[in-house]
């Protein structure tokens, strides 16, 4: 691994200790439990921690695919589904079940190995990113030292299954769906990063635990308000990119239903299209958590007399929030050209993301954060 | 919901949607690219207010739930359920039985039958209406110069009988 970009005013990341034990109170009665037999007591906590994140993940793009029908039906006028349980709450369970039903067809010019891969890329990068959002002081699976890094080069991954699933369908569509993918994250991820190394810049952590600890108190110690626009700034930008990164509208080149019937996913169907469809809304939930941990001071109350209510709440609250304003976009933005696309991020987004990091270099520098 | 379009609320619709300020033709590359970013800015913001206000105002919803609320189901006004004539309170229509309607359709699912009244004229005897042919068009409620006959609101037309779907529309032949 070559040398991470971290400015060098600030303490150079250790490179020995890179994940922190888990430490909470399951965890310490696992450890009791297996006594001296340590390497057990590391295999049962991560198999626990991993199935947790599944657990998670699952539950949450159900929700997500739920809260998602809902708000764009209120959005449109319309209800929604409201007849499978309380308001069509049970509704990602019929999707679900349709979608397993299905049978899974393998078009004959598939290249069946990057065909049946893709589908698993996105999920995967998304559980690993999950891995490294601190939940609360002690519920984080892993905390590497560059975590910010991790979730970066995660975020970067993603575009590989549009990529690899759109060559290996062998279809046009999902071709140019891919290629328009890859434009679109390079561009954007290029002022995704600038946006996490101003967070880096502002807090001085590139750990996600060391992040949200550096915002302790008061709201107005998040990093949204405390650095004077520059934060807030960053956070627009953020969800620009991110929005971007998601490949959600009005960014979402590389499906585009009205010009390319589906885009990189038109030859998958049942559980391969489902895999794809519920990583979205993990990849979703992951944005969400980060721009939280980042800007909203993740797991830490508004103010600390409402420590009373436990960190995760604090972090999900924080999140859905801003699932619902990404949601929020979607339903309300129409599509770009791709032209326009490239316009935004080349000409206005990242020159106000790079400026916007010179500002809060400055501010560091004069000792103002 | 008398008229559909109040569901989008037309005159909040127009104000929000005031016409964007031009870039002045002179203007330099810098100041067309801050207009621009200013304009876009402020018409995404629009959009947003007009999309939360719908989100958070349960009279905006349209959609209704049919069974349940059969009862007191809203129909809009501008529905094309069958053809119907609408009688006034002596039982008396305005049709003139000039089949203008009858030549309109492009189905013939109308056939107007006349007959002669005692003075001589030529009245309205039958207005035959073929539900099964019709395709609900609203040709004929064009076509008719006197608004004799009008698009229903009726639409659970099913029926297991098909004479049931041939039906005389006028309950009295015409006056004079
Ligand atoms: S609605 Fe159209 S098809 Fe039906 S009777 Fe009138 S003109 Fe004919
Ligand atoms: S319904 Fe109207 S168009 Fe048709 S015959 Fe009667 S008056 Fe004429």
Redesign the interface.
Same mark, same amino acid.
């Given at each position: 691994m070559s040398e991470p970009a971290v400015p060098s005013a600030l303490e150079p990341a250790s490179a020995t200790e890179t994940v922190a034990a888990p430490t909470s109170a399951i965890a310490d009665w696992i450890r009791d439990l297996c006594g001296d037999q340590e390497w057990l007591a590391w295999v049962v906590i991560t198999l626990i921690g991993l199935g947790a994140l599944a657990a998670l993940a699952s539950v949450s793009a159900m929700v997500l695919v739920w809260m998602e029908r809902k708000v764009s039906a209120h959005m449109q006028l319309r209800l929604g589904p409201m007849r499978t349980g309380w308001h069509g709450a049970l509704q990602p369970m019929a999707d679900g079940l349709k979608l397993l039903f299905k049978e899974g067809l393998l078009p004959r010019t598939t290249d069946l190995f990057s065909y049946l891969l893709a589908p698993f890329i996105p999920m995967a990068t998304a559980l690993l990113a999950l891995a490294v959002i601190p939940f609360s002081e002690t519920w984080q699976l892993a905390d590497p030292e560059l975590g910010i890094i991790y979730v970066a080069a995660l975020s970067g991954m993603s575009v590989f299954a549009i990529l690899i699933g759109s060559w290996g369908s062998n279809n046009k569509y999902s071709l140019l769906g891919g290629m328009r993918a890859a434009a679109q994250a390079l561009s954007y991820e290029i002022s995704l990063l600038l946006v996490l190394m101003t967070a880096v810049l502002m807090s001085g952590e590139t750990a996600m635990q060391a992040i949200v600890q550096s915002q302790e108190g008061y709201f107005w110690n998040w990093w949204l308000i405390r650095a004077p626009g520059v934060g807030f700034i960053a956070f627009i930008a953020f969800i620009i990119s991110a929005t971007a990164e998601l490949n959600r509208a009005p960014f979402d080149f590389a499906e585009s239903e009205s010009e390319l019937t589906g885009g990189f996913h038109t030859e998958y169907a049942g559980m391969a299209f489902a895999m794809f469809f519920l990583a979205e809304y993990v990849h979703l939930l992951v944005a969400a958590c980060l721009g939280a941990v980042l800007f909203l001071g993740g797991y830490l109350p508004p103010v600390p007399a409402l420590a009373f209510i436990p960190g995760p709440v604090w972090l999900l609250v924080k999140a859905f929030g801003l699932v619902f304003l990404f949601m929020w976009f979607r339903w309300t933005f129409p599509r770009l050209r791709i032209d326009q696309l490239l316009n935004l991020e080349w000409k206005f987004l990242m020159p106000v993301a790079l400026l916007n990091l010179l500002a809060a270099g400055a501010l560091r520098g004069w000792g103002w954060l | 919901m008398s008229n559909p379009r109040d569901?989008l609320g037309p005159q909040r619709f127009s104000q929000s949607h005031a016409a964007p300020k031009l870039i002045p033709p002179n203007a330099s590359v810098t100041k067309r690219?801050f207009i621009r !970013?200013v304009t876009g800015v402020t018409s995404?913001l629009t959009?947003?207010r007009? %999309?939360?206000g719908?989100?958070f105002d349960p009279r %905006? %919803? !349209? %959609?209704q739930?049919y069974p349940e609320n059969r009862d007191e189901l809203k129909m809009a006004e501008r529905f094309r359920g069958r053809v119907v004539m609408p009688h006034d309170a002596d039982g008396e229509h305005n049709c003139t039985g000039c089949t203008l309607c009858e030549k309109a359709c492009p189905n013939g699912s109308i056939s107007v039958l006349n007959t002669k009244h005692a003075s001589g004229r030529k009245i309205l005897g039958k207005y035959i209406y073929r539900l099964d042919s019709c395709t609900l068009c609203n040709l004929c409620i064009e076509a008719c110069p006197f608004g004799a006959i009008e698009m229903g609101t009726e639409f659970e037309l099913a029926t297991t009988r098909k004479e049931g779907l041939v039906e005389i529309l006028n309950k009295k032949a015409g006056r004079l």
């Amino acid at each position: 691994m070559s040398e991470p970009a971290v400015p060098s005013a600030l303490e150079p990341a250790s490179a020995t200790e890179t994940v922190a034990a888990p430490t909470s109170a399951i965890a310490d009665w696992i450890r009791d439990l297996c006594g001296d037999q340590e390497w057990l007591a590391w295999v049962v906590i991560t198999l626990i921690g991993l199935g947790a994140l599944a657990a998670l993940a699952s539950v949450s793009a159900m929700v997500l695919v739920w809260m998602e029908r809902k708000v764009s039906a209120h959005m449109q006028l319309r209800l929604g589904p409201m007849r499978t349980g309380w308001h069509g709450a049970l509704q990602p369970m019929a999707d679900g079940l349709k979608l397993l039903f299905k049978e899974g067809l393998l078009p004959r010019t598939t290249d069946l190995f990057s065909y049946l891969l893709a589908p698993f890329i996105p999920m995967a990068t998304a559980l690993l990113a999950l891995a490294v959002i601190p939940f609360s002081e002690t519920w984080q699976l892993a905390d590497p030292e560059l975590g910010i890094i991790y979730v970066a080069a995660l975020s970067g991954m993603s575009v590989f299954a549009i990529l690899i699933g759109s060559w290996g369908s062998n279809n046009k569509y999902s071709l140019l769906g891919g290629m328009r993918a890859a434009a679109q994250a390079l561009s954007y991820e290029i002022s995704l990063l600038l946006v996490l190394m101003t967070a880096v810049l502002m807090s001085g952590e590139t750990a996600m635990q060391a992040i949200v600890q550096s915002q302790e108190g008061y709201f107005w110690n998040w990093w949204l308000i405390r650095a004077p626009g520059v934060g807030f700034i960053a956070f627009i930008a953020f969800i620009i990119s991110a929005t971007a990164e998601l490949n959600r509208a009005p960014f979402d080149f590389a499906e585009s239903e009205s010009e390319l019937t589906g885009g990189f996913h038109t030859e998958y169907a049942g559980m391969a299209f489902a895999m794809f469809f519920l990583a979205e809304y993990v990849h979703l939930l992951v944005a969400a958590c980060l721009g939280a941990v980042l800007f909203l001071g993740g797991y830490l109350p508004p103010v600390p007399a409402l420590a009373f209510i436990p960190g995760p709440v604090w972090l999900l609250v924080k999140a859905f929030g801003l699932v619902f304003l990404f949601m929020w976009f979607r339903w309300t933005f129409p599509r770009l050209r791709i032209d326009q696309l490239l316009n935004l991020e080349w000409k206005f987004l990242m020159p106000v993301a790079l400026l916007n990091l010179l500002a809060a270099g400055a501010l560091r520098g004069w000792g103002w954060l | 919901m008398s008229n559909p379009r109040d569901i989008l609320g037309p005159q909040r619709f127009s104000q929000s949607h005031a016409a964007p300020k031009l870039i002045p033709p002179n203007a330099s590359v810098t100041k067309r690219y801050f207009i621009r !970013v200013v304009t876009g800015v402020t018409s995404l913001l629009t959009g947003m207010r007009v %999309t939360i206000g719908k989100f958070f105002d349960p009279r %905006t %919803t !349209v %959609t209704q739930q049919y069974p349940e609320n059969r009862d007191e189901l809203k129909m809009a006004e501008r529905f094309r359920g069958r053809v119907v004539m609408p009688h006034d309170a002596d039982g008396e229509h305005n049709c003139t039985g000039c089949t203008l309607c009858e030549k309109a359709c492009p189905n013939g699912s109308i056939s107007v039958l006349n007959t002669k009244h005692a003075s001589g004229r030529k009245i309205l005897g039958k207005y035959i209406y073929r539900l099964d042919s019709c395709t609900l068009c609203n040709l004929c409620i064009e076509a008719c110069p006197f608004g004799a006959i009008e698009m229903g609101t009726e639409f659970e037309l099913a029926t297991t009988r098909k004479e049931g779907l041939v039906e005389i529309l006028n309950k009295k032949a015409g006056r004079l």
